[in-house]
């Protein structure tokens, strides 16, 4: 019973880490995690809030060809 209950709780914690990739929630961890790997010179890493605008900046940024 106890190893099936893991299974599930894999399988739930599996989902959940795909989901969050696929829908950008993770985008910030991913940035700290690259950003802390390649850090030098003193570069501060940029705050979830100025992360967020950045993103939303280079998201809107390219031209739209869609209409």
């Given amino acids: 019973m ?3 209950w893991n299974s599930v709780k894999r399988a739930a914690s599996c989902f959940w880490r795909g989901l969050r990739e696929w829908s950008g929630d993770s985008a910030y961890e991913r940035y700290i995690t690259r950003t802390g790997a390649l ?3 003193g570069n ?3 705050t979830p809030a100025q992360f967020y605008v950045e993103q939303l ?3 809107y940024s390219r031209p ?3 209409c």
Avoid: D, I
């Fill in 2 to 4: 106890r190893e099936a």
């Fill in 39 to 41: 850090r030098s010179g």
């Fill in 44 to 46: 501060e890493p940029l």
């Fill in 57 to 59: 900046n280079r998201k």
């Fill in 64 to 66: 739209n060809r869609c």
